[in-house]
T-cell receptor, first 113, second 117 residues
Framework: GDSVTQMEGPVTLSEEAFLTINCTYT??????LFWYVQYPGEGLQLLLK?????DKGSNKGFEATYRKETTSFHLEKGSVQVSDSAVYFC????????????FGTGTRLKVLA | GAVVSQHPSRVICKSGTSVKIECRSL??????MFWYRQFPKQSLMLMAT?????????EQGVEKDKFLINHASLTLSTLTVTSAHPEDSSFYIC?????????????FGPGTRLTVT
């Protein structure tokens, strides 16, 4: 069935370090792909998305490219800040009569000053 | 814009009682509302999908009679946990979706922490 696999965390980085959080998916058809972020004590917020192959989503310095050949949507940021500490969820959206979202397990990022 | 609220944010109830959680889209009409359950250090598990005026579609393994969903209007959906037990303690998150600009967008509520004692 359709699924999303994320790298396990937690990921601990120093400020200004490079971040990569891996995400791969399995889906029939052509899903849209998303990264959501959940800050402590808050709900999920959309970080970025890509709706078709080779699209690059970007927001707040984060980027992810929809790679159909490797079924991946890895999240990257060139220089993380303490304020980026949060849990990041990769998700796909498929349409099967109605839209349905499937989430990965989440990766906790902790950035140290 | 596109704010989704949930009420209450936290609730503690005794085993055997029922609890109702409300999900509202404050400034838009939602085509569909989703209910998720999030376990500690785990992902969101989709429980059900509901469209206004129709019965909710439950995911496999989710008990319809235990988790009652009512989608009374385009801005309100409720989840009632009936005869709650300690194993129902969890973080429940709703989201509201709408079509916008040729696309489809989902907005999440802040979640409700349910503790059953």
């Amino acid at each position: 069935g359709d699924s999303v696999t994320q790298m396990e965390g937690p990921v601990t980085l120093s400020e200004e370090a490079f971040l990569t959080i891996n995400c791969t998916y399995t889906a029939t058809g052509y899903p849209s792909l998303f990264w959501y972020v959940q800050y402590p004590g808050e709900g999920l917020q959309l970080l970025l998305k890509a709706t078709k192959a080779d699209d690059k989503g970007s927001n707040k310095g984060f980027e992810a490219t929809y790679r159909k050949e490797t079924t991946s949507f890895h999240l990257e940021k060139g220089s993380v800040q303490v304020s980026d500490s949060a849990v990041y969820f990769c998700a796909l959206r498929i349409f099967s009569g109605t839209y349905k979202y499937i989430f990965g397990t989440g990766t906790r990022l902790k950035v140290l000053a | 814009g596109a704010v989704v609220s949930q009420h209450p944010s936290r609730v503690i109830c005794k085993s055997g009682t029922s609890v109702k959680i409300e999900c509202r889209s404050l400034d838009f009409q939602a085509t569909t509302m989703f209910w998720y359950r999030q376990f500690p250090k785990q992902s969101l598990m989709l429980m059900a999908t509901s469209n206004e005026g129709s019965k909710a579609t439950y995911e496999q393994g989710v008990e319809k009679d235990k988790f009652l969903i009512n989608h009374a209007s385009l801005t309100l959906s409720t989840l009632t946990v009936t005869s709650a037990h300690p194993e129902d303690s969890s973080f429940y998150i709703c989201s509201a979706a709408r079509r916008r600009g040729g696309g489809y967008e989902q907005y999440f509520g802040p979640g409700t922490r349910l503790t059953v004692t």
